[in-house]
């Protein structure tokens, strides 16, 4: 027996290591429902004023919200600033995000928070002194929740929204002072964004303290002349018909103008932003001067952008005057984005610009002079990070390395020294405290989860604060084949970026269905080093199914200058189209793919190109899933469509040539249709005129909608629900 057992542990020591442990299988249960594969992640951090401290929103079982304090070197915690207990008296009370004053005494905290659109909230406001342990309501909740509370600088007084009106309550007295009264749902919006402006310009906020406090700045939208959307909302016996503004392509925007409330006078003025009406204000900020307030002016197109600088003086008895100091123009469009510092010296200021051909950090002068340029090459700058003004450094990430990496850099405004901070090759971002002192670097690759990491302004790491260890012990146990990446050269000559995951057990003689995952449009790549989350396990399922996934970046994607992003201009799809027709002819090509079996899915911007592809390309693809699909320009907002098209007028053909409902007749392959019927961004309307336009063509398609999803369609089992019947299409389609 002792023989036979040393013969056969002999044996088993022989056997591979697959045979011993065998991998295990993916499935979207795992995948969308059960947790196994969520990673750590340090987020919802908030550095204090002084550099070396942050805080954390966490949860006890004993005092439910915490609002802890964290020393950033060490890790450890400093103390406990504010619980559920402390403010509501009730630890089952959650405090959903908070607000520090700026002598870091006083919170300002939110609870029973609901959404209104992409980054609208409104919610009850808890205004809480730290050092007393006291709390008590920002307003009497039976008027209603409110929005964007923001204390002075001061940390005496607090404006908010209610009911489209702004409110300052002072918090000594516990009194409210109404700033506006003409405020009413669809038609005037003080102190907050209309829909367009927050879905496409990023942002909800639209009231702004000044320097001393003795003036709050602020938007107002007449929404009057803007047609109404209808959403059917169902659940009850007779739906409830959601209305709200909604500018479509070449229809009337907002009204828009920018006003200066003074506390002591207790009036608001209008500012001059000249007499054309149709025009964009992206932002407005005020300079360190408290008399100096900035106004981004925009026209239509999006071309033309000035900065208007008030003068502000007791001498203005109806609107306050401006300047232009700066302006640029371009033959197609300008990006806004949110780095206008205004530094200490008071006579300069960054801001990105494209003037050169690439996105990069300049320093201008109040005259709108360039003084110096801080980063040059042929890469993109992708997002501005911080600024140490003591020191002269600014800090942030750029494609420099590659188009689809990211790393963390350092330059000097007056030296103009550059350094590369991040030295792990992927995706590389950072958070930075007050002050630049430290930052924390979130690192990933195509096949890694985050790595997070606490370094220094020099990027010396001290210590490491998530690895993801217990994931990536996870992610072995499952058959998982590597993303690689790859280029290939489309009919312009242009090498588009590429990646690939095949099943692990891949063999090159055999032929292999390919899945080919998109997005396509501007402002999002899907090449990236970067982890994919869940969509990457996803594809990962798909391989273990015997499918070859891929995508390609085509033409109008980022991180390539101005000349790549922008050659789709007043084309949106056309290069598109052609370079993911070129790529599924590259795939077929390749010895190992069966070129009868090719797919293609994509979600909004994806599931237009999946639409165009399916009737454009039908020739190559043979199964499309078009997930939320925009399916002519003419149904989308005019701040995204214009920017990229201009108007229908103007541009009938690039609207007409490119919408896949033109071109329904050249359909072939298998078509599914998805779509939210509470999708307020890419509205439902696009999917009904595609069915329409395929039913007079005589199409056969099939057609899947989730009630009262919006664009996002989650909630619930929804995404479970979503990807196992794509699945289940794919399996039976492709």
């Not at 609107?319 to 300069?348: M, Q, S």
């Not at 501005?384 to 990211?406: C, H, N, P, R, T």
């Not at 982890?531 to 996803?538: F, H, K, Q």
């Not at 696009?686 to 899947?704: C, G, H, P, R, Y």
Request: with cysteine; net charge negative.
């Amino acid at each position: 027996m002792k023989h036979l057992f040393a013969i056969s542990f002999i044996m088993l020591l022989a056997l591979p290591y697959s045979a011993l442990a065998q991998k295990q299988e993916l499935s979207n249960e795992l995948i969308w429902y059960s947790g196994e594969f969520r990673p750590e992640y340090v987020g919802g951090l908030r550095s204090m004023s002084d550099g070396v401290h942050y805080t954390s929103l966490e949860y006890s079982q004993e005092n439910g919200s915490e609002i802890v304090k964290y020393s950033f070197e060490t890790g450890k915690k400093v103390a406990t600033l504010a619980t559920s207990k402390d403010i509501f008296n009730d630890a089952s009370t959650g405090i959903d995000d908070y607000e520090f004053s700026a002598d870091e005494k006083m919170m300002l905290i939110s609870t029973d928070t609901e959404s209104i659109y992409r980054y609208s909230t409104r919610a009850n406001y808890y205004v809480y002194n730290i050092e007393k342990k006291r709390a008590f309501p920002l307003a009497d909740a039976k008027k209603g929740k409110q929005r964007l509370a923001t204390f002075s600088p001061a940390a005496d007084k607090v404006a908010f929204i209610r009911d489209n009106n702004i409110f300052i309550t002072d918090i000594q007295f516990r009194t409210e002072v109404q700033v506006t009264a003409d405020g009413k749902e669809n038609v005037i919006i003080n102190g907050a964004t209309d829909w367009v402006y927050e879905e496409e310009f990023g942002f909800d906020k639209g009231m702004y303290w000044s320097p001393n406090g003795d003036r709050l700045a602020y938007y107002k939208f007449n929404e009057d002349r803007v047609k109404q959307f209808q959403m059917a909302m169902y659940g009850e016996l007779y739906p409830d018909q959601y209305t709200f503004k909604y500018p479509k392509a070449d229809e009337k925007n907002s009204l828009v103008n920018i006003l200066v409330y003074d506390l002591e006078e207790e009036m608001s003025k209008p500012v001059d932003i000249g007499t054309e009406q149709d025009i964009y204000i992206p932002r407005i900020k005020w300079t360190l001067n408290n008399n100096r307030l900035c106004v981004m002016r925009m026209n239509r197109h999006q071309n033309h952008l000035e900065f208007l600088m008030t003068n502000i003086s007791p001498d203005d008895p109806f609107t306050i005057p401006t300047k232009v100091v700066f302006e640029e123009k371009a033959d197609t469009y300008i990006e806004i984005n949110d780095n206008l510092i205004f530094l200490e010296d008071g006579k300069t200021f960054l801001w990105n610009s494209e003037r050169d051909g690439y996105n990069h950090i300049y320093c201008f002068d109040m005259s709108g002079n360039v003084v110096k340029q801080l980063t040059k090459g042929e890469w993109d700058v992708i997002e501005f990070l911080g600024l140490d003004q003591d020191k002269g450094q600014v800090f942030y990430s750029s494609s420099e390395v590659s188009a689809i990496e990211q790393h963390v850099y350092s330059v000097s405004i007056k030296r103009g020294k550059k350094k590369q901070l991040s030295t792990r090759k992927g995706s590389n971002s950072a958070v930075f405290s007050e002050g630049c002192k430290y930052y924390i670097n979130y690192h990933t690759d195509a096949n890694t989860p985050y790595y997070i990491s606490l370094h220094d302004s020099k990027g010396k790491e001290l210590r490491v604060l998530k690895d993801n260890s217990r994931l990536k012990k996870t992610l072995k146990k499952y058959d998982l084949g590597q993303k690689e990446f790859f280029t290939f050269d489309n009919r312009n000559g242009d090498a588009l970026n590429c990646w690939m995951i095949k099943p692990a057990d891949f063999d090159p003689a055999k032929k292999y269905p390919v899945y080919v995952a998109i997005y396509g449009g501007p402002g999002h790549n899907t090449v990236s080093d970067s982890w994919g989350g869940s969509n990457y396990l996803y594809h990962q399922l798909l391989a273990q199914n015997g499918y070859i996934v891929v995508s390609v970046d085509p033409r109008g994607t980022m991180y390539r200058g101005r000349d790549f992003k922008h050659s789709t201009y007043m084309q949106l799809g056309k290069y598109e189209t052609e370079d993911f027709i070129d790529f599924a002819k590259y795939m077929g090509d390749q010895e190992y793919v069966d070129a009868e079996r090719i797919g293609i899915q994509g979600w909004s911007y994806g599931g237009y190109m999946t639409s165009l592809c399916m009737t454009k390309g039908a020739e190559v693809y043979t199964m499309g899933i078009a997930v939320a699909p925009v399916t002519n320009w003419r149904y989308y907002d005019t701040i995204y469509t214009e920017r990229f098209m201009r108007t229908p007028q103007e541009n009938a053909s690039g609207y007409d040539d490119n919408s896949p409902i033109n071109h329904v007749d050249k359909l072939e392959g298998k078509y599914f249709l998805i779509h939210g019927s509470a999708d307020d961004n890419v509205h439902y309307q696009n999917t009904m005129e595609m069915i329409d336009a395929m039913v007079k063509a005589n199409k056969q398609f099939d057609l899947f909608i989730y009630p009262n999803k919006n664009h996002g369609i989650y909630g619930g089992n929804t995404r479970l629900h979503l990807f196992t019947m794509m699945l289940d299409y794919t399996l039976e389609n492709l």
